[in-house]
């Protein structure tokens, strides 16, 4: 991957391979196809012998190729490897790290769908996993065969900052891998890699897509340990298409500048809505990073005020259970995203019925107010 030495908005824009044909593309083009020709048996062993890059896309197709690697250029990792969606990139990147017999630490607050990945689908490959608090007693959780510990840099729906410095320092202590979600916080806020993080991964659904048009995600690490998760997304099958690589590519492109603006329309949102005589709490960090602290904000609608009716008052700002597009959305964690977690679970970690996770958008930050306020004022 070329550009190292250069600054993330260029990185990004310039990050996919030189078209080195004869007529060369502006944009790079979508390699849609599942497999490579070869011109006699020599030619297709010249793949083998790495003088061909692509024999077949489930293996490795250019497109792919580039979201990988420049999620890794962004992240200030060695390599990486797009695959189908997030939960498969927290799958392979888990299983990489862990086997059948193995013990897995995770955050307690970690995105719903990862609890039932973790707390159902894990046990079936002889993993065991505990669930720990941010200031839980983690030594206590400690087993022999304790192989990795995950969490997410920011949380949902609460945006909590890990300590991402605290949970190395413990784990490498205890010879554990480190894996975090960076999703909600991406490359532009926050890198993981310098607090010493073994793997990364992204639902690329989210802020690298941007555009909520692609559902993807990626593992990036150090090139030792991408091995073993390249083997694992090749042969499960985890391989994104060429086309769902080709978009989320394309709105890798502009990551710095939406979060740039995201972050700043969230950081009035957020400041606005403290204001609101119907909000009890917003939740908004501080000192997220210095570009910015991040594009999620959470309220707490106060107990009297009407959650159904305020969900249907809006006028451009959708409901979608998902997060991170250009266009302002709100969710509801306890009817959605915490939807598979047990109550008393979703009641340990303070998610009330009243809390509305929103997804700042990119447009007119004064809009987005006046949205807010008159579906406040309906409710
Ligand atoms: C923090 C986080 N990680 C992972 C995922 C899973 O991503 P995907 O839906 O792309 O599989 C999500 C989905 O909402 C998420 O919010």
Redesign the pocket.
């Known amino acids: 991957m070329e550009g190292k030495e250069r600054y993330f908005n260029t990185q990004s824009v310039h990050f996919t391979k030189k078209d080195t044909s004869k007529n060369k593309s502006k944009a790079r083009p979508i390699y849609q196809t599942s497999a490579f020709v070869f011109e006699n048996l020599n030619d297709m062993e010249s793949y083998f012998t790495g003088e061909k890059d692509y024999l077949y896309s489930r293996y490795g197709n250019p497109n792919t190729e580039d979201l990988g690697k420049g999620v890794a250029l962004l992240e200030e990792m060695e390599d990486g490897i797009a695959t189908s ?3 498969s990139a ?1 799958m392979c990147a888990v299983l990489s790290v862990c086997q059948a017999g193995d013990h897995l630490l995770a955050a307690l607050d970690v ?1 719903g ?2 609890y039932t990945l973790f707390e159902q689908e894990l046990q079936t490959f002889g993993i065991d996993v505990s669930f720990v608090q941010s200031n839980g007693d983690w030594k206590k959780e400690l087993r022999s065969n304790t192989k990795a510990f995950f969490c ?1 840099s920011v949380t ?1 729906p609460h945006v909590r900052i890990e300590d991402l410095e605290n949970v190395v320092t413990f784990s490498k202590g205890h010879q554990l891998r480190v894996i975090v ?1 960076n ?2 916080a991406t490359p532009f806020l926050i890198k993981p890699v310098h607090q010493n993080v073994d793997l990364v991964i992204h ?1 690329a ?2 802020y690298l897509g941007g555009h909520s048009d692609v ?3 990626v593992v990036v690490g150090s090139k030792a340990l991408m091995e073993r998760v390249k083997q694992l997304v090749i042969t499960m099958g985890a391989t994104l298409s060429p086309f769902e690589a080709w978009l989320a590519c394309r709105g890798l492109k502009t990551l710095g500048l939406r979060m740039e603006r995201q972050c700043a329309n969230a950081e009035k949102l957020a400041a606005f809505l403290k204001k609101q005589p119907q909000v009890d709490h917003v939740y908004y960090p501080k000192g997220l990073s210095e570009h910015g602290n991040g594009a999620i904000v959470t309220m707490r609608l106060k107990e009297e005020v009407n959650v159904d009716t305020f969900f249907s008052s809006f006028s451009f700002v959708k409901i979608a259970p ?1 997060l991170a597009g250009v266009e302002t959305s709100i969710s509801y964690p306890v009817g959605t ?1 915490h939807r598979s977690v047990p109550q008393e679970k979703r009641e340990a970690l303070g998610i009330s019925p009243q809390d509305v996770r929103i997804s700042v958008g990119i447009e007119d930050s004064r809009d987005i107010e006046t949205d807010f306020l008159q579906a406040l004022n309906q409710a």
């Open positions: 969606s997030g939960m927290i995105y769908g990862t997410e949902n979600d999703t909600f639902s659904t989210k559902t993807a995600g998902t995203s």
